[in-house]
């Protein structure tokens, strides 16, 4: 499986903007970036997900490096519902089919301060 | 907005005996995932299931476990015989179609502890 590093905790203030980091030095050409969160006491939840370019929805933004090799989670203005942990994650391929499993790491813990 | 529906939100049973956790996934969706998290580790892949039939599963998945599509709206797991280590918080979630592109809903989770 290829694997993703995240710094273990991250702090930032309301109304500021976040960058979360990860890197997935092993990524395959064709493995899609996912991020997901955890917001206390609740399941998982999708974030943003993307192949080589840039991708913006309406809750974050996710920067691909050119090599494809690390990419960041961007939250435009922080707020207090942030607070959660953030995963990056890489879609799992077997023998190249993918049957959709989700493999969680620890994650980034995002504090976000008043 | 559709969402992932699970009952019971927490579960108490005794060690040995036989839990049924229940999900309502979102009702377009094909796909249909079990995960658990015991308490302050990492979300744990268990089972992947799609037409009827299990599609991949973990070692954590093994012959205690079973999952079910009893009629065209719920997703059910089974633990035959608890244990005190399968106490966890056990998500259950669907996505549209599998696939890299494709995001999977999880339900609030249903909270199983055995004593």
């Known amino acids: 499986d290829a694997k993703t590093t995240q710094p273990n905790s991250m702090e930032s203030n309301e109304e500021e903007p976040v960058h979360l980091p990860c890197n997935h030095s092993?990524?395959?050409?064709?493995?899609?970036i996912h991020w997901y969160r955890q917001l206390p006491s609740q399941g998982p939840e999708y974030v943003i997900h993307g192949l080589t370019s840039n991708v913006n929805n309406r809750m974050a933004s996710l920067a691909i490096a050119e090599d494809r090799k690390s990419s960041t989670l961007i939250l435009h203005r922080a707020t207090l519902r942030d607070a959660a942990v953030y995963y990056c994650i890489l879609r799992d391929k077997e023998g190249g089919t993918s049957y959709g499993k989700l493999t969680f790491g620890q994650g980034t813990i995002l504090t976000v301060h008043p | 907005e559709p969402e992932v529906t699970q009952t019971p939100s927490h579960q108490v049973t005794q060690m040995g005996q036989e839990v049924i956790l229940r999900c309502v996934p979102i009702?377009?969706?094909?796909?249909f995932y079990w995960y658990r998290q015991i308490l302050g580790q990492k979300v744990e892949f268990l089972v992947s299931?799609?037409?009827?039939?299990?599609?991949?599963k973990s070692e954590i998945f093994d012959d205690q476990f079973s999952v079910e599509r009893p009629d065209g709206s719920n997703f059910t797991l089974k633990i035959r015989s608890t244990k005190l280590e399968d106490s966890a918080m056990y998500f259950c979630a669907s996505s549209e179609w599998t696939g890299d592109r494709y995001e999977q809903y999880f339900g609030p989770g249903t909270r199983l502890t055995v004593t």
């Open positions: 092993t990524i395959s050409g064709t493995d899609y």
């Open positions: 009702s377009n969706h094909l796909y």
């Open positions: 299931f799609y037409n009827n039939e299990i599609s991949e």
